[in-house]
């Protein structure tokens, strides 16, 4: 990763063809702007738990702008072991739980991805626009859930209905 003022100029740059996004970087309930975050170019996505509220270690500020599940996600990892006692090292593939803001970001991140890959004339902004507009948050908008909950499906019909341009 790259830190400092780099990472706002490389931030910067991709803004135009891809949004960046990543979680707080401080685990417990993060209260501060954090970058990179918090750059405007940044998506600063928070994570929720089963009933659908923000969970213990979310970030919570006033940059984030949508959340996704991030409290027991089922995902898979590789395991590194040495099944022959000769060193060779193997990779094992299992299932585990895993919770954090880090697990709720490449769901908004493959959300935003799959709305491009149907919508491919539509900008970045454009599809993160449709992702604002559709995300479900029972307080409308707060520093725990941003916009709320991604619902990609409500995204996707918003631009089937009304094509890219959602401004107005």
Known sequence: MLFGAYEGILCQYQ????????SCWERRNCRRTIYPGSYE???SVGGVNQGWDKFAESSVHNQVEL????????????????????????HDYAYTSKTGTSIAVPAVAASA??????FPECTNNQIR?????????PN???????FGIVQVKDAYDLISRRGCELDG
Do not use: Q, Y
């Not at 599940?69 to 099944?83: L, N, Q, S």
């Not at 991805?113 to 149907?118: G, Q, T, V």
């Not at 409308?140 to 941003?146: A, E, F, Q, V, Y």
């Open 129 to 137: 626009t449709a992702l604002a507009r559709t995300a479900w948050n």
């Open 67 to 90: 959340a996704a599940m991030g409290e027991g996600v089922r995902t898979t990892f590789a395991k590194r072991t040495d099944t022959n006692g000769d060193g060779d090292m193997s």
């Open 140 to 146: 409308k908008c707060d520093d725990r859930l941003g």
């Open 113 to 118: 991805a799959l709305l491009w890959s149907h």
């Open 15 to 22: 803004r135009e063809w891809c949004p960046c996004l990543r």
């Open 41 to 43: 170019s940044v998506i």
